[in-house]
């Protein structure tokens, strides 16, 4: 099983970024995929999440009304559309599956992503 994520960068306050996470070894079609992010010494942070189908999209508070999650079951992949960056919004960002219904949770995930950097400048 492979998560590769991807699409991080620098980028200034009040731009835009697309992550994608491309999935591979498994079902893609069955999996609720989340995004987290973590800056060092803190605990990764819950950011969005999509169920199997689409349908049901998650989003913490701090990424309502800028981020949006979609998927591509065609692709296996998964991605973060992320408007009106702020420099708080710089982190390692991962992708992750869960083989069930999207949780908020990061224990809750089984397989994760290596990361892709986010670096917002003010």
């Known amino acids: 099983v492979q998560l590769q994520a991807s699409g991080g960068g620098l980028v200034q306050a009040g731009g835009s970024l697309r992550l994608s996470c491309a999935v591979s070894g498994l079902t893609f079609s069955d999996a609720g995929m989340g995004w987290f992010r973590q800056v060092p010494g803190e605990e990764r942070e819950f950011v969005a999440a999509?169920?199997?189908?689409?349908?049901?999209?998650y989003y913490a508070d701090s990424a309502k009304s800028r981020f949006t999650i979609s998927r591509d079951n065609a692709k296996n992949t998964v991605y973060l559309q992320m408007n009106n960056l702020k420099p708080e919004d710089t982190a390692v960002y991962y992708c992750a599956r869960r083989r069930v219904a999207p949780s908020t949770k990061p224990g809750d995930y089984d397989y994760w992503g290596q990361g892709t950097q986010v670096t917002v400048s003010s």
């Open positions: 999509i169920s199997s189908g689409g349908r049901n999209l």
